[in-house]
């Protein structure tokens, strides 16, 4: 069965279970009076897990009095999401997703030989900075944790610590940390990893590391592969550690990223990754040079340098700390196509080849997962997405894979790993002699005229709008193929043609 629209996508509206709060104890689903999972039927639409919200609707809605959205807690302002009608799009388009063509697939990858349950890793961080906080991690489903990195000196947190730029939703679409490393000692590090191992053998313990000197990166790395660490994680990238030969500036310095990469191997036989900044131009030489340096892979990326914002009352950039701030650390579903531009660059460099990438930077779904996995990443880091939504966002990136790969009838992570790598091209290579129209379905527009209006002024004015019949019209001689009017349609009306014609 062949889909002209996006596959696995359903044509429900996505700004009403945006609404949805993803409560804690959904109170909608006790309501159901069938007994359905309305909230994680919810929660699967919100992650663009379609296929696993069909798969758990297992009753007819039609007839229904939609108890579960008196009981929404968005019901006191009376504006309660309206979930009878999402159920009812769920049943409907569910004959439209495509079939499985394989029952089993697996989800099974590895970090440098290290097996890892699936791809999904905590990244480094607050999400992964307790024993408490693994332990639940680990029961929920997540394949290991980069644990937040470990050092000698002591750390000054400020309060406040993030800032975020929002959807309209109210969803963190960017985040900003200007958070530091571990606030404890060393040893209770040590204490925190042998306890993990001895509890959850199966799981990847990656021990992120920091040293201010060669013989501290050396040092740490001993202590973390006796007491139960499966992987060395150099950070050679925290935006907030900037004095000399720490943080951020060692990953601006082959030569220092050489140094202490060389430095921490030898005082370890594990894999060693090097977490690279993307605050640098080009990050192939730093991994070069981590390679150099006896580096088994590469982490990327970490933060980005950014301000984000001013609060225009106070008139401080956020997050204010008594009445000043600094650059921080941006994260989440914004950074995520420049994280995927870094992840390619690596990936498709030949001297690179041998070397596993751990990917991460704005992974919220498993779309965003399988994104970084198809460019070459191997394994996959979370941490924004868990600070706002929880451990429990683990359900719907593995459903959302492992049904992607059923439908696609691939049985293994692997064979997916660096799938869309030799799609990007130079500047050079890229085809420019043909042009793709758009094409209007005008049962599906709704006459707003918005490709009208993006199209005369911020495109080629190639789009007239009839007035009586509210619709667009195309004129074919000014068209160029920009496909800026695809873009700003909210209800899909437009399509490519699959004719091609030639300049």
């Given at each position: ?74 019901n ?85 610590r ?16 200007i ?56 950070n050679?990238?925290c ?9 951020v ?6 030569e ?83 994280a ?10 030949e ?19 399988l994104?970084f ?66 094409v ?9 005229g ?42 899909k ?11």
């Amino acid at each position: 069965m062949e889909y002209n629209r996006e596959q696995y996508a359903m044509t429900f509206d996505k700004s009403e279970v945006s609404k949805c709060m993803l409560c804690v104890d959904p109170p909608c689903t006790s309501a159901c009076p069938k007994n359905a999972d309305v909230g994680s039927i919810l929660k699967s639409l919100y992650f663009r897990n379609y296929i696993g919200a069909v798969s758990k609707l297992d009753c007819d809605c039609t007839y229904c009095n939609a108890p579960c959205e008196k009981a929404c807690v968005l019901n006191a302002n009376r504006l309660p999401v309206s979930i009878r009608e999402l159920m009812l799009k769920v049943m409907h388009d569910s004959e439209m997703l495509p079939k499985s063509r394989i029952s089993r697939v697996d989800l099974t990858t590895e970090i440098c030989g290290i097996k890892l349950e699936n791809p999904f890793l905590l990244s480094s961080s607050v999400v992964a900075s307790s024993y408490d906080m693994c332990r639940r991690a680990f029961e929920a489903g997540w394949a290991g944790a980069s644990f937040k990195t470990i050092c000698n000196f002591p750390q000054h947190e400020t309060s406040p610590r993030f800032s975020a730029i929002r959807h309209h939703s109210n969803a963190f679409c960017g985040f900003k940390n200007i958070e530091q490393l571990s606030d404890h000692s060393v040893e209770e590090n040590m204490h925190i990893f042998e306890k993990l191992r001895q509890e959850f053998p199966t799981k990847v313990i990656i021990a992120s590391i920091m040293g201010q000197n060669e013989q501290e990166w050396t040092d740490l790395a001993a202590k973390c592969e006796k007491s139960g660490a499966s992987v060395i994680e150099c950070n050679f990238s925290c935006p907030n550690m900037e004095d000399d030969d720490l943080g951020v500036t060692i990953g601006q310095s082959a030569e220092l990223v050489e140094k202490f990469t060389r430095a921490t191997k030898k005082g370890t036989s594990l894999p060693v990754l090097a977490k690279l900044t993307p605050n640098i131009t080009d990050m192939v030489p730093m991994a070069l040079a981590a390679k150099r340096g006896g580096a088994d892979g590469i982490a990327a990326i970490n933060t980005i340098n950014s301000i984000t914002g001013v609060d225009i009352d106070t008139l401080v950039a956020e997050p204010a700390v008594r009445g000043k701030s600094i650059i921080g650390g941006y994260s989440g579903n914004a950074v995520k196509p420049i994280a995927l531009r870094f992840i390619s660059d690596l990936s498709r460099c030949e001297e690179l080849k041998d070397m596993h990438i751990s990917g991460m930077g704005g992974i919220e779904t498993w779309r965003d997962a399988l994104e970084f996995i198809l460019l070459g990443s191997g394994s996959l880091q979370v941490t924004t997405a868990v600070m706002q939504y929880g451990y429990r966002i683990i359900d719907d990136l593995l459903e959302g894979l492992e049904e992607y790969m059923k439908r696609k009838g691939i049985s293994s992570v692997h064979a997916l790993i660096g799938g869309a790598a030799g799609t990007i091209v130079d500047h050079h290579s890229i085809e420019r002699d043909t042009i793709l129209f758009p094409v209007f379905d005008y049962e599906r527009c709704n006459g707003c005229g918005r490709c009208y209006i993006s199209c005369m002024d911020g495109g080629h004015q190639a789009i007239r709008f009839d007035p009586e019949e509210r619709r667009p019209l195309l004129i074919g001689k000014k068209c160029v193929g920009c496909h800026l009017c695809k873009l700003v349609c909210s209800e899909k009306a437009i399509r490519t043609a699959i004719n091609v014609v030639k300049r």
